[in-house]
């Protein structure tokens, strides 16, 4: 093989590391670069709102029938007989049970809300005050 045969040869084969340039490389690598950013901070943003949030059922379920059988004059047993240990038994005012009720569900306000204050003197009901209102972002 001449001199000639073998430039020829070289020309035509390429270097192991060598690549073609193409000048819309250059263009695109940016783009993709912030193509790739904005679906992962998409991707992370929006991903909280995919989350499941359990319903939220907190205090003392009352039925209406439980509550209509408290009476004036009944002692604490009793009443605690009917509708169970109070939500709030409260050091500061001991002559009072609140009964507390509410159930979220998701990320919605409150469906359900429920405030029963009973009231007592000398460990005797004297007061049953129902359906006080609770704040709206319960």
Known sequence: MNH??????SLLRPEPDARPYLASQSVHRPMQRLIITAI???AITGLP???F???ISQGNLIKQEDLDQVEAGMTRSQVRFLLGTPMIDDPFHANRWD???YV???RQD???KRWVTIVFENDRVTEIIEDQDLGRNL
């Open 40 to 42: 992962a901070l998409l």
């Open 4 to 9: 000639k045969s073998q430039r020829i040869q």
């Open 99 to 101: 009964y507390v009720y």
């Open 110 to 112: 409150a469906t359900a």
């Open 49 to 51: 709102a995919c989350v």
């Open 53 to 55: 949030v359990a319903p």
């Open 104 to 106: 979220k569900i998701g």
